[in-house]
C-alpha cells in the first residue's frame, strides 16, 4: 500500500514537471521568472516570490482537483460507476492523453495574455503579487496541460485511498512539478548566477523526449488497461 502511494505520488510529481516545461506553461513560467528577476536587489524577496508563486499554483490546483473529486464521489450514481468501472475508464482515458502528448490529437484553448494593466497590478503586489501570478498562471490551461491535469491526475485522485490523498497531496505535488523550474530559477536568479538561456535551451530538447516517451508509456498502459478490464 505504502509503496503503491509513493509511485503514484512520484508519477503525479513528474506529470507536474511534464507540464511545467510544455512550451505553453514555460511560457507561463518564462514570465513567472521574469517578474522575479526584477527584485534581484533582495535575494529573500526573489525566493520568497518562488515559494509564493508556487504555493500559488499548489493553492489552485488542490481546490480544482477537491471540488472535481469531491462533486463526482458526492453523486452516489457516479460514485458507485467509478468506484467499479474505474479501471475500465482509466485505459481509455490513458490512451487519449498519450495521442495529446505525442500531438496525434489537438484541441484548441484560448491562451493567457500577460497585459499592461495586469502586470502592474502584479508588480504592485509584491510577494503576494508573485502568489497571484502562480494561481492565475495555474488557470490558463493549455491542450498538454489540460490533458495531464484532466486526464491523468484527477483519474489517479480518484483511485486514491483517502480524501487527503485525492484532494491535497496529489494535487499539490503536481502543483509543486508545475513550478519546478521558477524555484529553481528563482535561487538562480537570487544568487547571481548567468546560465538561466542554457537551462531553457535543454528544457526546451527535454520536454520534447520526455513528453514524447511518457505520452508512448500512457498509450502503452492505457491499452494494457483496457485489454484486461474491458475486453
Same mark, same amino acid.
Given at each position: ?87 475500465? /475508464? +482509466?485505459? *481509455?482515458? @490513458?490512451?487519449?492523453? =498519450?495521442?495529446? $502528448? ?9 491562451? #493567457? ?54 484532494? /491535497? +497531496?496529489? *494535487?499539490? @505535488?503536481?502543483?509543486? =512539478?508545475?513550478? $519546478? ?9 537570487? #544568487? ?40
Amino acid at each position: 500500500m505504502i509503496d503503491s502511494m509513493i509511485t503514484v505520488a512520484l508519477t503525479v510529481l513528474w506529470l507536474g514537471i511534464l507540464t511545467s516545461i510544455s512550451p505553453c506553461p514555460l511560457a507561463t513560467n518564462i514570465a513567472a521568472i521574469s517578474y522575479l528577476g526584477k527584485r534581484t536587489g533582495a535575494i529573500r524577496n526573489v525566493i520568497l516570490g518562488g515559494i509564493a508563486y508556487t504555493s500559488g499554483r499548489m493553492l489552485t490546483y488542490v481546490v480544482i482537483a477537491f471540488a472535481v473529486v469531491e462533486t463526482l464521489f458526492s453523486i452516489s450514481a457516479v460514485s458507485m460507476f467509478l468506484q467499479t468501472s474505474m479501471n475500465k /475508464i +482509466l485505459g *481509455p482515458v @490513458l490512451i487519449v492523453t =498519450g495521442m495529446f $502528448l505525442l500531438e496525434l490529437l489537438t484541441l484548441n484553448i484560448p491562451g #493567457f495574455a500577460m497585459t499592461g494593466t495586469l502586470q502592474r497590478r502584479v508588480d504592485s503586489g509584491g510577494i503576494w503579487g508573485a502568489g497571484f501570478l502562480g494561481i492565475l498562471f495555474a488557470l490558463s490551461f493549455c491542450p498538454v496541460s489540460a490533458a495531464l491535469f484532466f486526464g491523468s491526475l484527477i483519474p489517479l485522485s480518484l483511485q486514491a485511498r483517502t480524501r487527503i490523498q485525492s484532494g /491535497i +497531496l496529489y *494535487p499539490s @505535488l503536481y502543483g509543486i =512539478g508545475t513550478a $519546478l523550474p521558477v524555484i529553481i530559477c528563482a535561487f538562480f536568479i537570487a #544568487f547571481g548566477m548567468n546560465s538561466l538561456g542554457r537551462m531553457f535551451t535543454f528544457l526546451t530538447r527535454f520536454e520534447r523526449w520526455s513528453r514524447r516517451i511518457t505520452g508512448i508509456v500512457f498509450i502503452v498502459v492505457g491499452i494494457y488497461y483496457s485489454i484486461r478490464y474491458i475486453f
